[in-house]
């Protein structure tokens, strides 16, 4: 990038340093000053019209980025609901259980009044 950058104000400045060459050159003959300058000016167009397609594509890289952000953080979201559904089972398989040996407890203690009874 900073090596673009040089070789672009490298490129400015030649471009300028010609310029003032062809005038100075050119003084006699205007016409031909004028035709060059209007290739010049075609290729600063040229120039700023790549430069607007450049900005174009990271626009739009931009945003399928940003797209891709909010596609993960909805993701992250449905695993923590996902996460929190497992833990809600967890918790009602872990009271079942509890419930059986409770119900288990209370069938030995029914054996055991029965036992004393007989």
């Known amino acids: 990038m ?3 950058n040089i070789f672009t104000n490298s490129k400015k400045i030649f471009i300028g340093l010609v310029l003032i060459l062809i005038l100075l050159l050119g003084i006699k003959n205007g016409y031909e000053v004028l035709a060059y300058q209007n ?3 075609s290729d600063i167009r040229g120039v ?3 430069i607007e397609q450049q900005k174009e594509k990271i626009k739009k890289l931009k ?3 940003e797209s891709y952000r909010e596609a993960i953080e ?3 979201v449905e695993i923590a609901s ?3 559904q497992i833990s809600v089972f967890n918790n009602k398989i ?3 259980e509890l419930d059986i040996k409770i119900t ?3 069938i030995m203690q029914a054996k055991n009044e029965i036992e004393k009874k007989s």
Do not use: S, Y
Request: charged residues 60%; glycine residues 8%; without cysteine.
């Open 2 to 4: 900073f090596i673009k």
């Open 39 to 41: 290739g010049i000016d």
């Open 48 to 50: 700023e019209e790549g």
């Open 63 to 65: 945003n399928k980025a």
């Open 74 to 76: 909805e993701k992250l």
């Open 82 to 84: 996902l996460e929190d």
């Open 94 to 96: 872990a009271k079942k």
């Open 104 to 106: 288990e407890e209370e």
